[in-house]
């Protein structure tokens, strides 16, 4: 699991994309923790907005699917 995690976050440091967390520094500690340090997004989860603001239009709904679909499309094409 550990090895996982660690694979991860190298890649998802490699990315680029404007819509995908920047991740600043990982490692282990010095008493063997792994850990990372990323970028903090201020705002609501996509179900916290539903919750507080109830049905999207469609518009919206479409232009954050949007944006998510082009940091996975980066993250899909780097494997």
């Known amino acids: ?4 995690f660690e694979r991860e976050v190298r890649a998802t440091s490699l990315l680029t994309h404007p819509n995908t ?7 282990r500690s010095d008493h063997g923790h792994f850990y990372y340090a ?5 705002g609501p989860s996509f179900e916290a907005l539903v919750k507080l603001e109830g049905a999207l239009p469609a ?4 232009h954050l699917l949007l944006q998510c679909a082009g940091a996975l499309a ?3 094409g780097q494997g």
Do not use: K, N, Q, S
């Open 74 to 76: 980066e993250a899909h």
């Open 38 to 42: 990323m970028e903090f997004i201020e």
């Open 21 to 27: 967390v920047v991740v600043y520094d990982f490692g």
């Open 1 to 4: 699991t550990l090895a996982r």
């Open 59 to 62: 518009a919206r709904v479409r």
